[in-house]
């Protein structure tokens, strides 16, 4: 596969993944994804995308400022 934006080529790899909601700065390491070779840009899984989403929306309601975690790693 390659990648969208330099046509690089997309290797399985992991990636940090960073949000900003509701005044709460997220932040999971270690996301599995298919990350370029050239550029770093990572594409999610159906799979992954939906945890990933589970997990700010678990981490948003802690009322936090700022939250960094696994992405292995229960959230409350």
């Known amino acids: 596969m390659k990648c969208y934006f330099?046509?690089?080529?997309?290797?399985?790899?992991?990636?940090?993944f960073m949000a900003e909601v509701d005044n709460c700065v997220i932040v999971?390491?270690?996301v599995p994804a298919r990350v370029c070779s050239?550029?770093?840009?990572?594409?999610?899984?159906?799979?992954?995308?939906?945890?990933?989403?589970?997990?700010?929306n678990s981490i948003k309601s802690t009322k936090t400022e700022i939250a960094i975690v696994n992405f292995?790693?229960?959230v409350a």
């Open 28 to 30: 999971i390491k270690n």
């Open 38 to 56: 050239q550029c770093e840009e990572a594409i999610f899984s159906m799979e992954t995308a939906k945890r990933i989403e589970e997990m700010v």
């Open 6 to 16: 330099c046509k690089g080529q997309m290797k399985d790899g992991t990636t940090t």
């Open 72 to 74: 292995e790693e229960k």
